[in-house]
């Protein structure tokens, strides 16, 4: 039985369907398969390629940055130790008036004509030093010396030769004779010096003695050399003895005549004694003459820091003022930096007072805009130098570069030989 045309085109059109059909599965199926080649190379991570950043020309600073509370120095009573004189502690002179300025260095009031010079320091002055005195009120005397520019020599805890020189230097700068030794102590080296006087008249008498046995041929002088060599051996002893003498009769330093106040200069506040009065416990009271910021460092920090350098003490808000710092002193594992403006307006005093206040302190500043690229740029060669890693048209050279200030993550270079090295240039810090 044959099939009628119209019973073909319905099979021939059916056929094409499925394979149509089949056809579509098969390249969505080939879409999804994917060789174990393909399928690395899509997982696998970019290839790497360098982080960069230019290199700029900048001024860089080093800087102490910390924070504080601003208040004057309290008032403190001023005494002076009179146990040490022989007469009245009568005042005789140099009262001062209320509102005047107590001078680091100069005499705060005379007592029996003699000074009594003020100086900075927080350990009282407790008994009278001399050559030989050991301890820590040594040591503060010695750092006062040294910081007013008296030169005490090493400071230290001994009172020396050194010391009895500044502490002449000391009165000298206060318009005052320096004082004089115990007496005992001047008789001691006039003795020391006739003994000294007395035993070169021996050897000279006996070296005299020898000449002549030489002279007369002796066959035996052992006596005569004998007595030359006690000689001189008495007279090195003598020496020693003098050179004691001396030390010990050196400049001493009474105890009525220093008196430490915390912090100098201050302002008189209250008198308590007058002109041909004797003294008897507080002799004054003085506050501090100025508003001040303490800031604390540890050790490392203090180190870099000395008085007198600059500083500037800031509110916030555009209200900085100019400064310097003070003084340094240690307290406990700390130190304290006491850091005061130059000059305050009515206005910045109101503000400052009692505020807590941030204070930047520079330690180390390039002279102008220098070379700087990041401290990441840096790296150390075989040779222990430093380079950093350029890329120009996508290649890295190696410039050695000599290092110099490190701030605020930058560091000046400098590079080394005939390396270039340029404002912009791209420097690798990272990949």
């Keep these: 039985m044959t099939a009628s045309p119209r019973s073909r085109r319905r099979v021939l059109v059916g056929v094409s369907a499925v394979a149509a059909v089949s056809l579509g599965v098969g390249v969505a199926a080939g879409s999804r398969i994917t060789s174990p080649e393909d399928a690395a190379a899509k997982t696998a991570a970019p290839k790497a390629s360098q982080i960069t950043v230019p290199v700029e020309k900048k001024a860089l600073s080093s800087k102490v940055v910390g924070r504080g509370d601003a208040s004057f120095d309290g008032?403190?009573?001023?005494?002076?130790?009179?146990?040490?004189?022989?007469t009245p502690a009568i005042v005789t002179g140099k009262v001062p008036a209320v509102g005047s300025t107590?001078?680091?260095?100069?005499?705060?009031?005379?007592?029996?004509?003699?000074?009594?010079?003020?100086?900075a320091g927080v350990l009282p002055m407790y008994r009278t030093l001399s050559p030989g005195s050991k301890g820590p009120d040594v040591l503060q005397l010695e750092q006062t010396l040294d910081r007013l520019g008296l030169d005490p020599g090493d400071v230290d805890d001994e009172y020396d030769t050194d010391t009895s020189a500044a502490v002449e230097r000391l009165y000298e700068e206060a318009g005052y004779d320096a004082p004089e030794p115990e007496q005992q102590l001047s008789q001691a080296v006039d003795a020391a010096e006739k003994n000294v006087d007395a035993m070169k008249n021996a050897l000279r008498q006996a070296k005299a003695a020898l000449k002549q046995a030489q002279q007369a041929k002796a066959?035996?002088?052992?006596?005569?050399?004998?007595a030359v060599d006690d000689a001189e051996e008495n007279l090195a002893d003598a020496q020693e003895a003098l050179n004691e003498a001396e030390f010990k009769a050196g400049t001493p330093l009474p105890v009525s005549e220093i008196v430490y106040v915390k912090t100098l200069p201050r302002r008189v506040d209250d008198v308590k004694v007058e002109r041909g009065g004797t003294v008897?416990?507080?002799v004054m009271s003085a506050s501090g003459a100025a508003l001040?910021?303490?800031?604390?460092?540890?050790?490392?920090?203090?180190?870099?820091?000395?008085?007198?350098?600059?500083?500037?003490?800031?509110?916030?808000?555009?209200?900085?003022?100019?400064?310097?710092?003070?003084?340094?002193?240690?307290?406990?594992?700390?130190?304290?930096v006491v850091v005061a403006p130059n000059t305050l307006t009515a206005k910045q005093l109101a503000l400052f007072r009692d505020a807590n206040v941030r204070v930047t302190i520079p330690v180390k500043s390039t002279a102008g805009k220098v070379l700087a690229v990041p401290v990441a740029a840096l790296s150390s060669g075989p040779d222990g130098g430093s380079r950093v890693e350029v890329l120009r048209e996508g290649k890295v050279e190696l410039i050695p570069v000599t290092v110099g200030l490190s701030a605020d993550g930058y560091a000046q270079v400098t590079p080394s030989g005939d390396s270039k090295l340029a404002e912009g240039d791209q420097v690798v810090v990272g990949r």
Excluded at 77 to 85: A, D, F, P
């Design 102 to 119: 107590l001078t680091e260095g100069k005499a705060l009031l005379e007592i029996t004509g003699r000074p009594v010079i003020g100086l």
């Design 280 to 282: 008897n416990g507080v």
């Design 219 to 226: 066959k035996d002088t052992s006596v005569q050399q004998g």
């Design 75 to 86: 008032a403190v009573n001023i005494r002076v130790e009179t146990s040490g004189l022989t």
């Design 292 to 336: 001040v910021v303490t800031v604390k460092v540890d050790a490392q920090t203090a180190e870099r820091l000395k008085a007198g350098i600059a500083a500037t003490l800031d509110l916030g808000e555009g209200t900085a003022v100019a400064g310097k710092v003070r003084r340094i002193t240690k307290n406990g594992d700390q130190y304290d």
